[in-house]
């Protein structure tokens, strides 16, 4: 059964607004309307609205909420007679979101931004979540089994489309090689179009955005071709009871929320992740270096970023270099 994606045609979101005012407005006239290679002040703009972008969106905002929805079946969290709130859940993880941004907006600043011109005739697709956060390395690679990753995470990568014709990508410069001329790379292959696309569909959660209606044939074969691979759900929750203690360890036992008594299960762990899509692809300027590193202390944090080390964005001790 397909995902019940809807294919809206028209202008493509952010690239229509020459007239926006700001920083940000600035750069989408410079960039898309007039062509012009990218500046130190675009570069930082981006920078920011994409991790900005990927924080806001009503899909980010139902994921953090996902967490006090969890806590809230555990019994005994609410008062009695109480009903958990999504509305007023959704409005804290967004007011969260935003603190967050405030105060981690340099997190991303270690990533290194190209832009991409797409110079064949299937366009950039964009979409309602359209700052995809994704992580070749991670996805790929058998060490990182069983972890997630997120923002500060060594191998992230994030996609931002701009347009039919330009998009933007953030990639971690200690896993990655992208070959570029100033910045700037020029696609002339479809395949590399349709990798890039790929990540839009898979990362939506029900809108694709495109601008001529005669593609719709193209965007909905893309969609059909992707829908066994959508996360439905696209969050997972599992709950902890508090077993035995195992000299200075403490034991928890994995059970079904059915089966946890208030009365006797006082020390309840509670881990919501999100289920991250495998693309089928991957655009072939996103390549692994040979001397690729990334930083783990071989918990479960994974694996981070050198210069989310070094600029404090990582917690705990005893990190160590790892080659990719």
Avoid at 8 to 37: C, K, M, N, W
Avoid at 81 to 93: I, R, S, T, V, W
């Amino acid at each position: 059964m397909l995902p019940r994606l809807s294919l809206r045609s028209g202008r493509t979101a952010r690239e229509s607004h020459p007239d926006d005012r700001g920083a940000y407005g600035s750069a989408i006239q410079r960039l898309v309307i007039q062509g012009a290679d990218p500046t130190g002040l675009d570069r930082l703009v981006l920078r920011r609205f994409v991790l900005l972008q990927h924080l806001r969106t009503e899909a980010a905002s139902v994921s953090a909420s996902q967490i006090a929805a969890a806590l809230a079946q555990l019994p005994g969290v609410l008062p009695d007679g109480a009903a958990f709130d999504p509305k007023a859940a959704m409005l804290e993880a967004v007011q969260a979101a935003m603190l967050f941004y405030a105060r981690s907006m340099k997190i991303v600043d270690d990533l290194q931004m190209t832009l991409v011109r797409n110079r064949t005739a299937t366009p950039f697709v964009t979409s309602d979540d359209p700052a995809v956060l994704t992580n070749r390395w991670h996805l790929q690679n058998p060490r990182a089994r069983g972890l997630a990753f997120g923002v500060r995470s060594g191998g992230a990568v994030m996609l931002l489309p701009l347009s039919p014709e330009l998009l933007v990508v953030f990639h971690d410069p200690g896993v990655y090689a992208v070959p570029h001329q100033d910045g700037v790379i020029e696609l002339r292959r479809e395949d590399d179009v349709l990798a890039l696309n790929d990540h839009q569909i898979l990362n939506c959660a029900a809108n694709l955005y495109f601008r001529r209606w005669e593609d719709r044939t193209v965007v909905a074969g893309a969609v059909r071709e992707a829908a066994d691979r959508r996360q439905t759900p696209r969050h997972r929750t599992t709950y902890a009871v508090r077993d035995e203690v195992v000299g200075e360890h403490v034991r928890y036992e994995v059970r079904p929320l059915a089966d946890i008594v208030p009365q006797a299960d006082r020390d309840v762990l509670v881990h919501t992740e999100t289920l991250r899509a495998r693309p089928a692809r991957w655009p072939r300027f996103l390549q692994y270096r040979r001397d690729g590193r990334l930083y783990s202390n071989g918990t479960r944090t994974g694996f981070v970023r050198e210069g989310c080390l070094a600029a404090g964005f990582v917690e705990g001790a005893g990190y160590r270099r790892v080659r990719v």
